[in-house]
């Protein structure tokens, strides 16, 4: 292999810029030629491609987004579509792909591997964590922290005035981004996807709660776990408690990254790279148990979810 390329495709994550440095610069080290693609797959199909080299990339690992630019792209789930990226790749001779995405952007990559014979690495960038093959996903511990900051400020107003404060944070169907910045912030409550609510459970809880000498109490809810003003709405009718809310949005989205994204980016690019020089078949890059691993894009799409239920206990047991 002595030709790559590099996009990023889906939802943005901090990190990503951190992983295209790796690409870059390890690639160069290994003597290939690189590819910068811009705006993902559409790009991709319109030819936006550049050669990239060592300086292209600096002075951007501290950068949330992308420097490529991202976007969504309609005409790459169709097959005409993936053709025409094709065409285009195969025009600059180039035979290796790193996509740093979410989901969509590997189901992408599946299909344009399975197609042609083109062998794509994909790097986990999305901050929602809600990849199931791998422990993490890039952005997601600085959309963690991002959180904490706010869950910090919010502790500060709400304990002077004996609030109940709700913060409505992102991870589409995951629960992981409520679940550990709850744990990490000290949430009484944390309401996510993966386990359905009871809030008749959640007022008995903040009046016990009241009783027990707590005078500010903080729910941190997962978007995806239900709607916040029914959850606000059915508080006030059954405790007479006002609930202030708050929701981060993509504030989370962006920050520079932790040096835990960081360095997760950096491996994870080294490994996509090595394994393009020596021609294995396409995969999607991931960490578990610490150890970077490399799964085949179809298993890896496949695999169950997880949820970590001890975790979730353990959130619930330090709040009382
Ligand atoms: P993410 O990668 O963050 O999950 P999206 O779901 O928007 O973001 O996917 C990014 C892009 O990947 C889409 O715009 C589309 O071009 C491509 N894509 C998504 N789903 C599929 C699919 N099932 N088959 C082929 N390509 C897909």
């Known amino acids: 292999m002595k030709k790559i390329a590099v996009l990023t495709s889906g939802g943005d994550a901090p990190g990503m810029n951190a992983a295209i440095r790796a690409t870059v610069r390890y690639a160069l080290y290994k003597g290939l030629d ?3 693609v811009e705006r993902g797959y559409a790009g991709l199909i319109n030819g936006n491609v ?4 060592s300086r292209s990339v600096s002075d951007i690992i ?6 490529l630019k991202t976007s969504r792209s309609p005409e790459f789930t169709e097959q005409e579509g993936r053709r025409a990226a094709y065409e285009v790749l195969s025009a600059y001779g180039i035979t290796g792909l790193v996509v740093i995405g979410g989901d969509g952007s590997f189901r992408g990559a599946r299909d344009l591997s399975h197609e042609y014979d083109i062998k794509v690495m994909g790097i986990p960038g999305t901050i929602d964590n809600d990849l199931n093959y791998t422990d993490y996903t890039l952005g997601f511990d600085t959309a963690v922290n991002t959180t904490l900051w706010a869950i910090n400020s919010l502790r500060d107003t709400m304990g002077s005035h004996d609030r109940v404060s709700l913060l409505e944070v992102m991870g589409r169907g995951c629960g992981d981004i409520a679940l550990y910045a709850g744990i990490a912030g000290g949430a009484e409550y944390v309401i996510i996807p993966e386990v359905p609510y009871d809030i008749d459970a959640v007022c008995r809880d903040i ?5 027990r000498g707590k005078t500010s109490n903080m729910i941190i809810l997962a978007e995806g776990a239900g709607n916040k003003d029914e959850i606000v709405a059915a508080i006030k009718e059954k405790t007479g408690i006002s609930v202030k809310t708050t929701t981060l949005g993509h504030i989370q989205r962006g920050g520079s990254p932790t040096m835990f994204d960081r360095v997760l980016a950096a491996r994870m690019a080294v490994k996509a790279v090595d394994l393009l020089c ?3 078949e396409s995969r999607l890059i991931g960490i578990r148990d610490n150890q970077i691993i490399a799964e085949p894009i179809d298993s890896a ?3 169950p979810k997880r949820f970590n239920e001890e975790l979730y206990s353990v959130a619930h047991i330090l709040s009382l």
């Open 34 to 36: 690189v590819y910068g």
């Open 62 to 67: 501290h950068r949330g987004g992308t420097i």
């Open 50 to 53: 550049n050669r990239l080299n």
């Open 207 to 211: 009046k016990s709660s009241q009783k």
């Open 278 to 280: 020596e021609e294995s």
């Open 301 to 303: 799409l496949a695999c």
